[in-house]
């Protein structure tokens, strides 16, 4: 299985901050590369996906990079509603796995 | 709106089963691949297995393989997840989710399994 190596583990930021989270796979995944954000006890949501594609209804501020095994999701300006854990996750190879997360905390 | 409904979870002693169902609305069940994601308490996200449009083609993780069985019945806009031989370390919530071309767009809001004596 590819595996998923997120860091950091947590940030700490204020509202405002630009907020950059890598993701780096144990093999090359193309560019299936998607980002999830998921808050305490709900589902995640997709962020997005193919590296850089943002998913419809998803605030321009977030955006994302990379190719290959090195990606990158950055919140431009931290919002309030931005606190919560970002994963990524490839869907090069089946099974499709996920990093261990980035937990993102009000400074 | 797009919306994924999973029930089934629940207490199950160490070698019990379970069977999830996931139902959907919103979209045209039957274009859609589909996948089961688990979440144990307090860790991350396991992709664990996926279905194609008409049902013919699974996969799934080593980690539930000859355990558990994907399905579905798009009549009825239904997917499932036919749990055996459960373990503890099957505890989880567990989700069933669209799959928008390998990358899971739609998600439900989860069903947890607890497999403990």
């Known amino acids: 299985d590819i595996q998923m190596t997120q860091s950091p583990s947590s940030v700490s930021a204020s509202v405002g901050d630009r907020v950059t989270i890598t993701c780096r796979a144990s093999?090359?995944?193309?560019?299936?590369l998607a980002w999830y954000q998921q808050k305490p006890g709900k589902a995640p949501k997709l962020l997005i996906y193919?590296?850089?594609i943002l998913q419809s209804g998803v605030p321009s501020r977030f955006s994302g990079s990379g190719s290959g095994t090195d990606f990158t999701l950055t919140i431009s300006s931290l919002q309030p509603e931005d606190f919560a854990t970002y994963y990524c996750?490839?869907?090069?190879?089946?099974?499709?796995?996920f990093g261990q997360g980035t937990r993102v905390e009000i400074k | 709106q797009v919306q994924l409904v999973e029930s089934g979870g629940g207490f199950v002693k160490p070698g019990g089963s379970l069977r999830l169902s996931c139902a959907a609305s919103?979209?045209?069940?039957?274009?859609?691949?589909m996948t089961w994601i688990r979440q144990a308490p307090g860790k991350g996200l396991e992709c664990i297995s996926y279905i194609s449009m008409p049902g013919t083609y699974t996969n799934y993780a080593d980690s539930v393989k000859g355990r558990f069985t994907i399905s579905r019945d798009n009549a009825k806009n239904l997917l499932y997840l036919h749990m055996n031989s459960l373990r503890v370390d099957d505890t989880a919530v567990y989700y069933c989710?669209?799959?928008?071309?390998?990358?899971?767009?739609?998600w439900g809001q989860g069903t947890l399994v607890t497999v403990s004596s």
């Open positions: 996750q490839q869907a090069d190879s089946f099974p499709w796995t």
């Open positions: 193919v590296t850089s």
């Open positions: 989710a669209r799959d928008g071309g390998r990358f899971n767009d739609a």
């Open positions: 093999q090359g995944v193309n560019t299936w």
């Open positions: 919103g979209f045209t069940f039957s274009e859609y691949y």
